[in-house]
């Protein structure tokens, strides 16, 4: 079973930066399209990036496009989101996953999350 362990979360003002971690368990990390999710209070979780298995193609929800971006660093089994101008509304639990289908219609491939790491931003 793998274990998925994001951290790096944290509070920030408005325009601030943050970057993300998630590291995997497991000798498969290489080969999966991998992504970060996350879920505000209230709302169900929502997509917010993706990144091929070798990080040569990627893909964003709208709302994040400019100001996010995913890598991964396959050696160390770490994918990562660096944040930048944040927003109130990029307020949440953000969460790591691996990803099963075509790049910009990929969905969760692992059933158990991780715990999450939170983003609050202030305005």
């Known amino acids: 079973q793998v274990q998925l362990v994001e951290s790096g979360g944290g509070l920030v003002q408005a325009g601030g930066s943050l970057r993300l971690s998630c590291a995997a368990s497991g000798r498969t990390f290489s080969a999966y399209t991998w992504g970060w999710f996350r879920q505000a209070p209230g709302k169900e979780r929502e997509f917010v990036a993706a990144?091929?298995?070798?990080?040569?193609?990627?893909h964003y929800t709208d709302s994040v496009k400019g100001r996010f971006t995913i890598s991964r660093d396959n050696p160390k089994n770490t994918v990562y989101l660096q944040m930048n101008s944040l927003k109130p509304e990029d307020t949440a639990v953000y969460y790591c996953?691996?990803?099963?289908?075509?790049?910009?219609?990929?969905?969760?491939?692992?059933?158990?999350w991780g715990q999450g790491t939170q983003v609050t931003v202030s305005s």
């Open positions: 996953n691996a990803l099963r289908g075509v790049l910009v219609a990929a969905k969760p491939l692992y059933d158990n």
């Open positions: 990144i091929s298995w070798s990080g040569g193609n990627t």
